[in-house]
């Protein structure tokens, strides 16, 4: 797939960056959902270019520079394409559908940068492997046997990864065809609690991940702001008090062990400073941490990876720092 696969790749390990920290200022945000089919139930957002300049960022942007992938994306982009990731992209955004019987993952990227429609032409050109095809008005490029890429418009691109049914509805959607995620009950109420102009947010109905799972109806929404360290504050809804009841308690029941692993990563001023209300049927929850407290748990994180690679587990927190954390929360 070369070029263009690699940029999708450098994209997904950047925002995947930023995710890890917690677990999703421009009106573009909203703009991307009209991309996404109907049928979308989890959305996550990253807002680069408003994330720029801090200590999370900079986090993710190092951890990129270091995969093996990176050489290959610098050559792909940067002096095929002239697009450089660190620089010319901008806002991106992921929406996928509800799994489907094989677990394979289906779903569309959208993608704002400062990239045109020539720059896909020359990759195309460039690569064997990929091939370019007319739907409707728009230009799309196919490249392996499920993934597609259009310019719908000057600097936005369009991925669709998934069957061939999936990504004919994505195009019909581009194209103003077909009803969009913001026409489906649930994910239209979701985004009307989540704020889409922060760093990284995010909406989904995970009861459509989690069937026979102990809680069938369960609606996330979740922002982060990393200005200075992380700020993150976000609702679980069971639409359920006992439901809601029974989350509490298991959290309680598992509460020491959260603490051991964020203690091991330095983490545990997410877990200090979380506050935790319950509303009726729904959990609100909010956390932060400064931007010290951010690096030392960044620091920590490199250092248990690289004890892994070499073997080696890392040493876990005494019982009385776990102490220190397990009081109960609000």
């Not at 940029?7 to 995947?16: E, I, K, P, R």
């Not at 990129?64 to 290959?72: G, L, R, T």
């Not at 569309?108 to 050109?125: N, P, Q, S």
């Not at 931007?291 to 920590?300: I, K, V």
Request: charged content about 25%.
């Amino acid at each position: 797939m070369k070029s263009v696969k690699i940029l999708m790749v450098g994209t997904v390990f950047f925002a995947l960056t930023l995710a890890s920290a917690v677990t999703f200022a421009q009106s573009s945000a909203k703009k991307h959902l009209a991309y996404f089919p109907e049928e979308t139930r989890f959305l996550f957002g990253v807002d680069l270019a408003g994330a720029r300049g801090t200590t999370l960022y900079d986090a993710g942007a190092k951890w990129v520079a270091a995969q093996p992938d990176a050489q290959f994306l610098e050559k792909g982009l940067i002096e095929k394409a002239g697009i450089d990731p660190q620089k010319d992209l901008h806002r991106l955004t992921f929406g996928f559908v509800a799994p489907n019987p094989r677990g394979d993952a289906v779903f569309t990227a959208v993608i704002e940068g400062k990239f045109d429609k020539k720059d896909w032409v020359a990759l195309v050109e460039d690569d064997s492997t990929m091939s370019q095809k007319k739907v409707g008005e728009l230009d799309v490029f196919t490249f392996d046997d499920a993934g597609e890429v259009a310019l719908p418009k000057k600097n936005i691109a369009v991925f669709v990864f998934g069957p061939a049914d999936y990504r004919k509805k994505v195009w019909k959607t581009v194209r103003g065809k077909a009803k969009t995620v913001e026409t489906q009950a649930m994910m239209k109420e979701l985004l009307g609690k989540v704020d889409l102009n922060k760093h990284v947010w995010v909406a989904m109905d995970v009861g459509v991940y989690n069937r026979g799972g102990p809680v069938d109806v369960m609606k996330l929404t979740g922002a982060l702001d990393a200005s200075k360290g992380v700020q993150l504050e976000g609702q679980l809804d069971t639409g359920d008090k006992a439901t809601a009841d029974m989350l509490l308690e298991r959290w309680k029941e598992k509460r020491t062990t959260a603490v051991l692993t964020m203690q091991m990563m330095r983490g545990e001023a997410l877990l200090s400073n979380l506050k935790l209300e319950q509303d009726k049927g729904a959990l609100n929850f909010e956390t932060s941490m400064t931007d010290e407290q951010l690096e030392a748990m960044l620091a920590q994180l490199e250092k248990i990876s690289q004890k892994q690679e070499q073997g080696a587990a890392p040493a876990a927190p005494t019982s009385e720092a776990v102490e220190t954390q397990a009081s109960p929360t609000k």
